[in-house]
C-alpha cells in the first residue's frame, strides 16, 4: 500500500486498495472462532492530559464523539483480492447522538476505467443498514434492509464502509496502544496513536447501539484482534482512524461455513477501512425508511 502525506494544513491521501463488491456488500465470509489479547499497554506521554495513558484516551474517544453531536465523514475501504486493487469510496454525514448517518459510496471501476456499479446509497443506524440502489430488480424508491447483529461481521466491511461511530467504539477495546507524534491534519495539530485493539473486549464494553454488531463480530472473524492507526485533536474528537481486519473467503468459491476445517478452505485477505471525522456540528439529518419502503423480494446483482 501507498501512503502519501503532505504537512499542516494539507489533508494526508491513502492511495491503495478496497474490498471486493458482489450484490452491493463487500463479499467476505467470516469465520466463526474469535482470539483473544492479554496485552496491555501504558504510554504515558501526552494523550488528552499530561498524566494520561493512550489506552485511556482511546477507550473514551466513543464518548467523545457522542457528546460532539454530528460530522461530515469520509470513508475508504481497501483490499486485494485475486491480483487486483479495489477500493470503496463514500462520503456523508453521521449524528452521534442519535447514532445515524448517511453515506454514498463510489464502487469499484473496471480496468477501462468505466463504472461497473452505481453508487449505493447507505443509511446507518443502531443495528441496521439500509441500501438504496443496491441491486438488480429492486425498484429505485426502495430500501434494502440487512440486520448488523445477525451478519458475520457485525457489518464492519460487509456495507463497504464501517459505521463511524462503530469505528470509534471498537477502540473501547484497546489493549496496546502507543502515541508516535502530532501531525497536521485539515490545518489541525492531532496526536496520532497506533495499537491493537480486540473486537471481543470492545463488544463487552460497547454502549448499547454498537454492542449487538460487535457481539456478532466477535464471533464472526478468525482474528479478534485488530491493529489500528488513530488521529485525535485537541479536544480529544476523533478525527480518523484506521482499522486492519483480516478476513477470510472459500478458495473454492463457495460460501465459507464453520467447522474443525474450515481454514484449510479457506484464504486471508486483509481490508482496511479508513473513517475520517470533520466539519463538527455540520447538520446530519437522516431519516429511516418507513416498513412500506423497505423491499422484501430477491435481491439480485447489483446494476451495471
Given at each position: 500500500?501507498?501512503f502519501q502525506?503532505?504537512?499542516?494544513?494539507?489533508?494526508?491521501?491513502?492511495?491503495?486498495v478496497?474490498?471486493?463488491?458482489?450484490?452491493?456488500l463487500?463479499?467476505?465470509?467470516?469465520?466463526?472462532v474469535s482470539g483473544?489479547?492479554?496485552?496491555?499497554?501504558?504510554?504515558e506521554?501526552?494523550g488528552g492530559?499530561?498524566?494520561?495513558?493512550a489506552?485511556a484516551?482511546?477507550?473514551?474517544?466513543?464518548?467523545?464523539?457522542v457528546?460532539?453531536?454530528?460530522s461530515?465523514?469520509?470513508?475508504?475501504?481497501?483490499?486485494?483480492?485475486g491480483?487486483?486493487?479495489?477500493s470503496?469510496?463514500?462520503?456523508?454525514?453521521?449524528?452521534?447522538?442519535k447514532?445515524r448517518?448517511r453515506?454514498?459510496?463510489l464502487?469499484?471501476?473496471?480496468?477501462?476505467?468505466?463504472?461497473?456499479?452505481a453508487?449505493?446509497?447507505?443509511l446507518?443506524?443502531?443495528?441496521?443498514?439500509?441500501?438504496?440502489?443496491r441491486?438488480?430488480?429492486?425498484?429505485?424508491d426502495k430500501?434494502?434492509?440487512?440486520?448488523t447483529?445477525?451478519i458475520?461481521?457485525g457489518?464492519?466491511?460487509?456495507?463497504g464502509?464501517t459505521?463511524?461511530?462503530?469505528?470509534a467504539e471498537?477502540?473501547?477495546g484497546?489493549?496496546k496502544?502507543s502515541?508516535?507524534g502530532?501531525?497536521?491534519?485539515d490545518g489541525?495539530?492531532v496526536?496520532h496513536y497506533?495499537g491493537i485493539?480486540d473486537?471481543?473486549?470492545a463488544?463487552?464494553?460497547?454502549?448499547?447501539?454498537a454492542r449487538?454488531?460487535l457481539?456478532a463480530?466477535?464471533k464472526g472473524?478468525?482474528?479478534?484482534?485488530?491493529?489500528?492507526d488513530?488521529?485525535?485533536?485537541?479536544?480529544?474528537?476523533?478525527r480518523?482512524?484506521?482499522?486492519?481486519?483480516?478476513?477470510?473467503?472459500?478458495?473454492?468459491g463457495q460460501?465459507?461455513t464453520?467447522?474443525?476445517d474450515?481454514a484449510?478452505?479457506?484464504?486471508?485477505?486483509?481490508?482496511a477501512?479508513?473513517?475520517e471525522?470533520y466539519?463538527f456540528g455540520?447538520p446530519a439529518?437522516?431519516?429511516?425508511p418507513?416498513?412500506?419502503d423497505?423491499?422484501?423480494?430477491?435481491v439480485g446483482?447489483?446494476?451495471?
Amino acid at each position: 500500500m501507498e501512503f502519501q502525506q503532505r504537512g499542516l494544513g494539507v489533508r494526508r491521501r491513502v492511495r491503495a486498495v478496497a474490498g471486493v463488491v458482489s450484490g452491493g456488500l463487500l463479499a467476505m465470509s467470516l469465520a466463526t472462532v474469535s482470539g483473544c489479547s492479554t496485552e496491555t499497554a501504558a504510554d504515558e506521554r501526552p494523550g488528552g492530559t499530561a498524566r494520561e495513558s493512550a489506552v485511556a484516551v482511546l477507550h473514551r474517544a466513543a464518548d467523545v464523539l457522542v457528546r460532539s453531536g454530528s460530522s461530515r465523514v469520509r470513508t475508504t475501504m481497501e483490499t486485494a483480492t485475486g491480483g487486483t486493487r479495489v477500493s470503496i469510496r463514500g462520503s456523508g454525514a453521521y449524528d452521534f447522538e442519535k447514532r445515524r448517518g448517511r453515506l454514498r459510496l463510489l464502487l469499484p471501476r473496471d480496468a477501462m476505467g468505466a463504472a461497473e456499479h452505481a453508487p449505493i446509497t447507505e443509511l446507518l443506524a443502531s443495528g441496521a443498514l439500509f441500501m438504496r440502489n443496491r441491486g438488480a430488480g429492486i425498484p429505485r424508491d426502495k430500501w434494502v434492509r440487512v440486520d448488523t447483529t445477525d451478519i458475520p461481521d457485525g457489518n464492519l466491511v460487509t456495507g463497504g464502509a464501517t459505521d463511524p461511530l462503530t469505528a470509534a467504539e471498537l477502540l473501547r477495546g484497546v489493549r496496546k496502544a502507543s502515541l508516535v507524534g502530532e501531525e497536521g491534519l485539515d490545518g489541525d495539530l492531532v496526536r496520532h496513536y497506533r495499537g491493537i485493539t480486540d473486537i471481543g473486549r470492545a463488544a463487552r464494553r460497547a454502549s448499547e447501539g454498537a454492542r449487538g454488531s460487535l457481539v456478532a463480530a466477535a464471533k464472526g472473524f478468525d482474528e479478534s484482534t485488530v491493529t489500528f492507526d488513530a488521529y485525535l485533536d485537541g479536544l480529544g474528537r476523533l478525527r480518523e482512524v484506521r482499522h486492519r481486519f483480516t478476513v477470510t473467503s472459500r478458495t473454492d468459491g463457495q460460501e465459507a461455513t464453520a467447522g474443525p476445517d474450515a481454514a484449510r478452505r479457506r484464504g486471508a485477505v486483509g481490508v482496511a477501512s479508513t473513517t475520517e471525522l470533520y466539519d463538527f456540528g455540520a447538520p446530519a439529518v437522516v431519516e429511516l425508511p418507513k416498513p412500506t419502503d423497505i423491499y422484501t423480494g430477491k435481491v439480485g446483482s447489483p446494476q451495471k
